[in-house]
């Protein structure tokens, strides 16, 4: 992908100005292949072995009790704050995008019948001095890169705002 310089207020960037090319065009790598092994003991806990780590699961099916630990709704959830998360410091080094501190809070709605998510909310909230054109752009990326973004809008709505807080 070809990339001219854009002139910001905080001097030039390496920004495209326009989308890339589509996804067939610019995938130059072999898909990844990402792998959970996950176990449960009748009536207890499970756990999954994700990323090399283990992570304890609530898998009870047990309504009048409590959970305890995060469940596969959480997950998926989590899942989505996280991949925003990573793509705010992934433009930080390929952009470059400088910010100090990023949070994001993700609601994920789910109905009943049938069982399944029907749209996600989030809110970015973002501690830095860029200007906001380069935070629009940060925000689009956002959403055009990310994997668990892309796959979740593939079957539900997601909407979300990036609200630009300073501290300096």
Same mark, same amino acid.
């Given at each position: ?40 003991? %009748? ?7 994700? #990323? ?55 609601? #994920?709605?789910?109905?009943? %019948? ?45 909407? #979300? ?8």
């Amino acid at each position: 992908m070809l990339v001219e310089p854009v002139e910001t207020p905080a001097g030039p960037s390496t920004l495209p100005d326009s989308p890339p090319p589509s996804y067939p065009e610019a995938m130059d790598t072999p898909p990844l292949d990402y792998t959970a092994h996950a176990r449960a003991e %009748a009536g207890g806990r499970s756990s999954a072995v994700l #990323g090399g780590y283990d992570v304890q699961l609530e898998t009870r099916w047990s309504p009048e009790q409590p959970r305890e630990l995060p469940g596969p709704a959480d997950l998926l959830v989590g899942a989505l704050a996280a991949c925003i998360l990573k793509g705010v410091e992934r433009s930080r080094a390929m952009m470059p995008f400088d910010y100090r501190t990023v949070s994001v809070e993700v609601t #994920g709605r789910r109905q009943d %019948a049938p069982p399944r998510f029907t749209s996600f909310h989030y809110v970015i909230r973002l501690d830095t001095d860029e200007p906001p054109r380069r935070v629009e752009i940060l925000h689009r990326n956002l959403k055009q890169f990310g994997t668990i973004y892309n796959t979740l809008a593939a079957s539900c709505e997601i909407e #979300g705002d990036l609200v630009v807080v300073s501290s300096g």
